[in-house]
T-cell receptor, first 113, second 110 residues
Framework: NAGVTQTPKFRVLKTGQSMTLLCAQDMNHEYMYWYRQDPGMGLRLIHYSVGEGTTAKGEVPDGYNVSRLKKQNFLLGLESAAPSQTSVYFC????????????FGPGTRLTVL | GQQVMQIPQYQHVQEGEDFTTYCNSSTTLSNIQWYKQRPGGHPVFLIQLVKSGEVKKQKRLTFQFGEAKKNSSLHITATQTTDVGTYFCAGGFDGQNFVFGPGTRLSVLP
């Protein structure tokens, strides 16, 4: 099993450009999450999904959109990138919620110039 | 919204010394998880605590959950260079999501 994978690993964008980050898991997990990690601020939840076809906002959702068309994939979109979105993005999945280990992907390092 | 605080932000220890990081919430938690992130890596799950006053051990690591379920601690006995990394607590509030603390970065000098 590959676990949780993320594509791409690195990306540099110019302000105003758009992009999509892909998260894939092969563990048949129901729940998937997108976090951003900034120095000294831990991990902040952007959006999450409790199952195929459902998404919900997390702590810092502004400027991002998500989709979960297939159970194994969770996409994070930036429609118009801003320098404030420079961060490391982690995807995670868990079989259930409220008490299960979150399995994290390797992360995507995004720089917005 | 819910917040989870952690102290200290940084800790530098000599190899063989003990290390403790503390996690606090202003409201009662349903459960708490601990993760370790090595430099340049991703968070890796260490443990989950659910019961009030719970204590769990993993080799040199001891995890505690406070009686009021508002605080938790991670203690490492006799640190090794392999313990280097950032330790995060993640508080569970509503049974759906976890709120991560800012982390404690541990450096171990050989």
């Amino acid at each position: 099993n590959a676990g949780v994978t993320q594509t791409p690993k690195f990306r540099v964008l110019k302000t105003g450009q758009s992009m999509t980050l892909l998260c894939a898991q092969d563990m048949n997990h129901e729940y998937m999450y997108w976090y951003r990690q900034d120095p000294g601020m831990g991990l902040r939840l952007i959006h999450y999904s409790v199952g195929e076809g459902t998404t919900a906002k997390g702590e810092v959702p502004d400027g991002y959109n998500v989709s979960r068309l297939k159970k194994q994939n969770f996409l994070l979109g930036l429609e118009s990138a801003a320098p404030s979105q420079t961060s490391v993005y982690f995807c995670a999945s868990t079989p259930f919620t409220g008490g299960n280990e979150q399995f994290f992907g390797p992360g995507t390092r995004l720089t917005v110039l | 919204g819910q917040q989870v605080m952690q102290i200290p932000q940084y800790q530098h220890v000599q190899e063989g010394e003990d290390f403790t990081t503390y996690c606090n919430s202003s409201t009662t938690l349903s459960n708490i998880q601990w993760y370790k992130q090595r430099p340049g890596g991703h968070p890796v799950f260490l443990i989950q605590l659910v019961k009030s006053g719970e204590v769990k051990k993993q080799k040199r690591l001891t995890f505690q959950f406070g009686e009021a379920k508002k605080n938790s601690s991670l203690h490492i006995t006799a640190t090794q260079t392999t313990d280097v990394g950032t330790y995060f607590c993640a508080g569970g509030f509503d049974g759906q999501n976890f709120v991560f603390g800012p982390g404690t970065r541990l450096s171990v000098l050989p």
